[in-house]
């Protein structure tokens, strides 16, 4: 297989983006410069790591054979790989329908709906579940895995509609958020609510934590 993704990271099990345990694919590169994206080591598009498609493949069937339900796909901007995707999704597909269990595919996009051309909904078209729309600051929300009000989480399939059903206006007391450490350094997975991410860095200083270099400033 000759596709190639340029990915930020990836991480497994993830419990905090999506359903159950995930393998997560974080792609690298975005051009919509969100004000207040908590990812913005994500944009540069030279960035990251060109990984060939097999590759994150052979991770999938790792993960589903380690007990996974199911296939994040964040960023960074995922549509703006559109080929890269559809190989790894397409790929994807095939290792689940071997699986003895359902498992779905949800996949980020900061783009709307009427934004997207051909390209884009070819490489989506494996996704049971995708969430649309920018992250906007100004439209703080509860709804779960999403970080602003506006974004909407939209089923594309049978097993979408039937999975997500209760979770597409599902709005937990706290939403969930993991914590992670790489390399040493903490790395927070999820889509924390507007303001926590300032409350935290609040809280690190309180305790004498020298906050330097975080992904959600510049
Ligand atoms: S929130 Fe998502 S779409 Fe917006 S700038 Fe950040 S990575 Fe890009």
Redesign the pocket.
Same mark, same amino acid.
């Given at each position: 297989m000759s596709a190639r993704l340029r990915i930020s990271r990836t991480h497994y099990p993830v419990h905090a983006l999506g359903p159950g345990n995930r393998l997560v694919v974080w792609v690298q590169g975005?051009t919509?410069?969100?004000k207040g994206?908590m990812?913005r080591d994500?944009?540069p598009a030279e960035g990251g790591t060109e990984v060939p498609v097999g590759d994150l493949v052979e991770l999938w069937r790792s993960a589903v054979e380690r007990g996974a339900d199911g296939l994040t796909v964040s =960023? =960074?901007?995922p549509l703006q790989q559109p080929e890269g995707l559809a190989a790894f999704l397409t790929a994807a597909d095939e290792v689940r329908r071997g699986a003895d269990r359902e498992l779905d595919f949800l996949v980020y996009t =900061?783009y709307d709906e009427a934004e997207l051309d051909r390209s884009h909904w070819d490489a989506v078209v494996h996704a049971d579940v995708v969430v649309f729309g920018?992250?906007d600051v100004t439209e703080p929300t509860d709804l779960v895995w999403r =970080?602003s009000a506006n974004q909407r989480m939209t089923p594309r399939s049978d097993l979408g509609r039937r999975r997500y059903a209760d979770l597409v206006d599902h709005a937990p007391e706290r939403g969930p958020l993991q914590v992670e450490v790489r390399g040493g350094d903490p790395w927070i997975i999820g889509t924390p609510r507007v303001g926590a991410l300032r409350d935290l860095d609040r809280s690190m200083r309180g305790l004498g934590l020298r906050v330097t270099d975080v992904t959600w400033r510049p």
């Open positions: 975005c919509l410069a969100c994206c990812s994500t944009w =960023g =960074g901007e =900061g920018r992250f =970080g």
